[in-house]
Each structure stands twice: as C-alpha cells, then as structure tokens.
C-alpha cells in the first residue's frame, strides 16, 4: 500500500504562491491517480484537484480541478520522484486549509471526486493565507 506525506505549506499573504509536495513511497506510482484535498475545523474535508495515472483522464484531459481553484491551481506529477505537486497562485484567505493527498481505494477508480473513494492519507500541511 503507498504512503504518502505532504510538505511545502506554510504562511503566505493573499495574492501569493505555494508549492505543495505529496510524496509517496512504492514503486507503482505512476499507476496510481492521485487527489489533493483540503480541510477547515467544522467542515468537511473538499475535493481540490487530482491528476490521473498514466492513461487515464477526465473527458480527455489528465488533471481535474474544483471549481474554486480553476486557474489558479496547477497540479503536476514527476513519477521518477514518486511525487505530486501542487502548485497554488493567487491564493485568496479561503484557501486556509489544512492540505491532504491521498490516493483513490479501488483499482477500479472511474474518476470521482467523492472524498469516500480515497484513502491512504497523509498526515496533512498547513497553508494560511493572511488578508
């Protein structure tokens, strides 16, 4: 089973940029879509973008993105890393969050978004974007 750790949050004003890394161990990574998810105390934990193994995609296209991040988001993946990236622009204070990876539970993963379909989570990183 892969694990997975993310890195790379942090304290930023708004209008700024952050990186997120999602590192994950095992040697089939590349056959694993991978999901960034984000959390506030109180709510629930929201579907950020993800990005498909090799072959698969969303009507065509490779990554998947929420509505609240679309082009302003950017995630990527560098498979001889084992590592998802995430990169965030103009970041708003909404986007304060604690930040998760995590990777979908069934081989037979047919591209939801649903927060119930993904498992092996990280332990999470912090960004907060002050106002």
């Known amino acids: 089973q892969v694990q997975l750790v993310e890195s790379g949050g942090g304290l930023v004003q708004a209008g700024g940029s952050l990186r997120l890394s999602c590192a994950a161990s095992?040697?089939?990574?590349?056959?694993?879509?991978v999901g960034w998810f984000r959390q506030v105390p109180g709510k629930e934990r929201e579907f950020v973008a993800a990005?498909?193994?090799?072959?698969?995609?969303?009507?065509?296209?490779?990554?998947a993105y929420a509505d609240s991040v679309k082009g302003r988001f950017t995630i990527s993946r560098d498979n001889a890393k084992n590592t998802v990236y995430l990169q965030m622009n103009s970041l708003k204070p909404e986007d304060t969050a604690v930040y998760y990876c995590?990777?979908?539970?069934?081989?037979?993963?047919?591209?939801?978004?649903?927060?119930?379909?993904?498992?092996?989570w990280g332990q999470g990183t912090q960004v907060t974007v002050s106002s």
């Open positions: 995590a990777v979908p539970n069934s081989l037979y993963y047919t591209g939801s978004y649903d927060v119930d379909e993904f498992g092996s």
């Open positions: 095992g040697r089939t990574f590349s056959r694993y879509t």
């Open positions: 990005i498909g193994r090799s072959g698969f995609t969303w009507s065509g296209r490779n990554a």
